[in-house]
């Protein structure tokens, strides 16, 4: 056996397998659908982007968002895949947390889709995700990011991260971004489809009450980036 079979081998036997139905041949339509039906609607969604303020000067501080994260409840499903931009929908959105970094109290977005400001008017939310531009380097694999029971019960145990790659946050904040270097998640109320707002992030992250749920989502969802980075 030579040595570079050897360490083939070996890189195989560290692989994880993709659950059963799917092989390294399966398309990204079959992973994404795979997803779709095997936990993708039990997933707290969040976005997350952080600028740091000496990129700025004084006087843009002030018209800044340095950093917003927010954290929505289950029941994205999917909705449409070209190529590989990804659509996530809710019909039933609710904004679990919002927290924002900001000198600037106008500048927090999402203000109006608190939970509770309205118990009569709901919303549907989209989630856009260009796969092809998801690092594969860069986030962090299921971990458990609480062991408090509360906090669990509402937000999910099991976190997985994912980054887009290349991106300019500078120029996102000063409205010169480019789409395709951004998730996007954008929420319109069902009784007024004038009415839209929207959060951009670099961070995208999938949280789950089980460790097997967030495990196999993992592997599926990487493989999808794997096949788009190509």
Same mark, same amino acid.
């Given at each position: 056996?030579? +040595?570079?079979?050897?360490?083939?081998?070996?890189?195989?036997?560290?692989?994880?397998?993709?659950?059963?139905?799917?092989?390294?041949?399966?398309?990204?339509?079959?992973? =994404?659908? *795979?997803?779709?039906?095997?936990?993708?609607?039990?997933?707290? =969604?969040?976005?997350?982007?952080?600028?740091?303020?000496?990129?700025?000067?004084?006087?843009?501080?002030?018209?800044?968002?340095?950093?917003?994260?927010?954290?929505?409840?289950?029941?994205?499903?999917?909705?449409?895949?070209?190529? #590989?931009?990804?659509?996530?929908?809710?019909?039933?959105?609710?904004?679990?947390?919002?927290?924002?970094?900001?000198?600037?109290?106008?500048?927090?977005?999402?203000?109006? +889709?608190?939970?509770?400001?309205?118990?009569?008017?709901?919303?549907?939310?989209?989630?856009?995700?260009?796969?092809?531009? =998801?690092?594969?380097?860069? @986030?962090?694999?299921?971990? &458990?990011?609480?062991?408090?029971?509360?906090?669990?019960?509402?937000?999910?145990? *099991?976190?997985?991260?994912?980054?887009?790659?290349?991106?300019?946050?500078?120029?996102?904040?000063?409205?010169?971004?480019?789409?395709?270097?951004?998730?996007?998640? @954008? =929420?319109?109320?069902?009784?007024?489809?004038?009415? #839209?707002?929207?959060? *951009?992030?670099?961070?995208?992250?999938?949280?789950?009450?089980?460790?097997?749920?967030?495990?196999?989502?993992?592997? +599926?969802?990487? &493989?999808?980036?794997?096949? #788009?980075?190509?």
């Amino acid at each position: 056996m030579s +040595v570079l079979t050897a360490l083939q081998i070996g890189a195989l036997a560290q692989t994880p397998a993709l659950p059963d139905g799917l092989s390294e041949n399966s398309s990204v339509e079959e992973l =994404i659908n *795979w997803l779709d039906s095997n936990g993708l609607a039990n997933a707290r =969604i969040g976005v997350e982007t952080e600028v740091s303020d000496d990129q700025f000067d004084a006087t843009q501080l002030f018209d800044t968002a340095l950093s917003e994260e927010a954290t929505f409840s289950q029941g994205f499903r999917l909705k449409s895949l070209v190529g #590989c931009k990804l659509t996530l929908r809710n019909e039933d959105l609710q904004l679990l947390k919002l927290l924002s970094g900001s000198y600037n109290p106008e500048m927090v977005r999402l203000r109006d +889709v608190r939970v509770g400001t309205d118990p009569n008017k709901t919303y549907f939310g989209e989630l856009v995700v260009q796969l092809s531009d =998801i690092s594969l380097k860069k @986030g962090r694999r299921p971990f &458990r990011h609480t062991r408090k029971t509360e906090k669990a019960k509402l937000f999910g145990t *099991w976190r997985i991260m994912f980054r887009v790659t290349n991106t300019s946050l500078f120029e996102m904040v000063r409205g010169k971004f480019r789409e395709r270097e951004n998730v996007l998640i @954008g =929420i319109r109320s069902h009784q007024d489809n004038q009415f #839209c707002k929207s959060l *951009w992030g670099e961070t995208l992250r999938f949280t789950f009450d089980e460790k097997e749920t967030a495990n196999a989502f993992y592997h +599926v969802f990487r &493989r999808a980036i794997e096949i #788009c980075s190509k």
